[in-house]
């Protein structure tokens, strides 16, 4: 018979109530209740460092114990885990399986969702435990005999998923005025982020011309092997950097702007991004990373036929698809060079919000398996 209530090691963030300066995240024992019918008992084994996560800790937008009215949250929604024990309802996933974490925490009546697990879903943890419990459909098995390591598909879970729900709408809202435009001639921009790099390579394997804006030497390599043209933004001053950045866009799309521009960066580069639009150009957007907040000339954006696409995360069938192609179409973050361990954890957030990690995928380890067991 199994106990009411869990407990485990985790990396907590504290209410203000109890922490009312430090957003900082503290270890403690976190206790949670024993798993229902449709719930599922996990070790998280890799978890990726996340816009969310940061977000979280910063209290900005929101202050989601506040919100959730919860005295401690565990926050992490992209990771790897391994089933420990199913509901007594459960089908999709066994014992044993290892899964990626699907944050989709409370969806609407088409699947899409509304609040994220380890995030504002009221209930719900996140990855930075010991232990932890989730949904079913917060589990999406990993391919058995799949091609890449625990730690690419940690970075996958997320921002990956994201990219390919952002994509499939943006990609027809392009198609929907331009049907005879064959991919060849379709020109994909995207801000930097991981987000952005997933999409861009996912719009690459559909044959579409693609673009990145970055500025560190480890991600222009990156860029360099995934076959995305880089946009080198250190090249730009401060003084005229729009002036600039407009116009190294239109050399490189021979004048004609962007046909697809995603911008997960928001309020500073949100005008460049609309100005650099093609003619029937989509902006698409899944995130906020610089500030939510944008101005928009109504009438530009109608003469010019601009289209704007805001999607949030993905649904559960989206997910799977996405995870489907991936394996077949590798279509991966690269295996990491560095790891965090479990203690290093607060440091790792610390130097992500000082732009100190290049990474686009920053993975930690929870309850990393054997050496024996991991694939290199
Ligand atoms: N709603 C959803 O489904 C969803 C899912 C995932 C993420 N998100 C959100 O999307 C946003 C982006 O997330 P992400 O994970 O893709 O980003 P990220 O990996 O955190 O990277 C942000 C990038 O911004 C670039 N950058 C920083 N300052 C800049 C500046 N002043 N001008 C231009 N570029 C700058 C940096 O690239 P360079 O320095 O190389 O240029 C950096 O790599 C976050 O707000 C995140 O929370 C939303």
Not at 13 to 40: C, G, H, K, M, W
Not at 252 to 268: E, M, Q
């Amino acid at each position: 018979m199994a106990s009411e209530t869990i407990s485990t090691e985790a990396w907590v963030l504290p209410s203000t109530a109890r922490r009312p300066q430090q957003a900082e995240l503290i270890r403690e024992t976190y206790t949670f209740p024993d798993i229902n019918a449709t719930e599922v008992l996990v070790r998280p084994l890799y978890g990726c460092l996340e816009g969310n996560m940061l977000h979280a800790l910063q209290r900005d937008p929101i202050d989601i114990c506040h919100e959730r009215q919860e005295d401690a949250v565990v926050v992490g929604n992209a990771g790897v885990v391994v089933v420990q024990r199913v509901g007594s309802a459960v089908t999709s996933v066994r014992e044993g399986d290892t899964c990626i974490v699907f944050g989709n925490g409370i969806w609407d009546e088409q699947g899409y969702p509304i609040k994220i697990m380890g995030y504002d879903a009221p209930g719900t943890m996140g990855v930075l435990a010991k232990s932890m419990k989730l949904h079913e459909r917060q589990l999406i098995g990993i391919p058995a005999g799949t091609s890449y390591s625990l730690q690419q598909w940690a970075g996958f879970s997320l921002r990956y998923v994201s990219a390919w729900a952002n994509w499939r709408v943006a990609y027809e809202c392009w198609q929907s005025q331009m049907r005879g435009v064959p991919p060849a001639e379709t020109i994909v921009c995207g801000w930097g982020g991981g987000v952005s790099f997933a999409q861009l390579a996912l719009a690459k394997r559909h044959g579409c011309q693609v673009m990145m804006v970055c500025s560190h030497p480890e991600r222009l390599e990156l860029l360099r092997q995934e076959g995305i043209d880089a946009i080198d933004r250190t090249n730009c001053n401060d003084d005229d950097f729009e002036e600039t950045m407009l116009a190294e866009i239109a050399a490189r799309t021979d004048h004609k702007g962007v046909s697809i521009f995603i911008d997960n960066l928001g309020t500073p580069v949100h005008r460049i991004t609309l100005k650099s639009l093609a003619r029937q150009g989509v902006m698409t957007t899944c995130g906020w990373k610089l500030g939510m907040r944008s101005h928009v000339a109504r009438a530009i954006e109608c003469l010019n036929r601009h289209l704007h696409v805001h999607t949030h995360f993905a649904r559960y069938q989206e997910a799977l698809d996405a995870v489907r192609f991936a394996e077949e179409q590798a279509w991966m973050p690269p295996h990491p060079e560095r790891v965090w361990n479990w203690a290093e954890i607060p440091a790792m957030f610390r130097d992500y919000a000082a732009g100190k990690i290049s990474s686009y995928f920053p993975i930690f380890a929870i309850n990393p398996p054997p050496p024996s067991e991991v694939r290199e």
